[in-house]
């Protein structure tokens, strides 16, 4: 299973990504899908994550301003920042988990795929 996350980049606080995160190597449709981030010197934290059947899931840091989608028949998973504030500053991962699984989990340790990471760094 292959991730590869692109979008990020340097924004100011209040502008708007979209992530988006390419999965090849299995159907995409069968498993949840998730993205994390990761500042310095920080422990990699959940962001939102997503079902097999596009039922999501959202920290409450960023709950109201990140929307995660999926496209199925594109392979792909997206996440949609808005309004975004310096704390969002991280390195974001793709991440899936390795089998089909009924609970749609926010910790890093259930995901088994990981993407390379896209830095997204926010200036007040």
């Known amino acids: 299973v292959q991730l590869v996350e692109s979008g990020g980049g340097l924004v100011q606080a209040g502008d708007s990504l979209r992530l988006s995160c390419v999965a090849s190597g299995r159907t995409f449709s069968y498993y949840d899908m998730a993205w994390f981030r990761q500042a310095p010197g920080n422990e990699r934290e959940f962001v939102a994550a997503?079902?097999?059947?596009?039922?999501?899931k959202y920290a409450e840091s960023v709950a109201g301003r990140f929307i995660i989608s999926r496209v199925n028949n594109k392979d792909t998973l997206y996440l949609q920042m808005n309004n975004l504030r310096p704390e969002d500053t991280a390195v974001y991962y793709c991440a899936t988990v390795r089998t089909a699984t009924t609970t749609l989990w926010s910790t890093p340790e259930k995901y088994g795929y990981w993407g390379q990471g896209t830095q997204v760094t926010v200036s007040s």
């Open positions: 997503i079902s097999w059947s596009s039922t999501p």
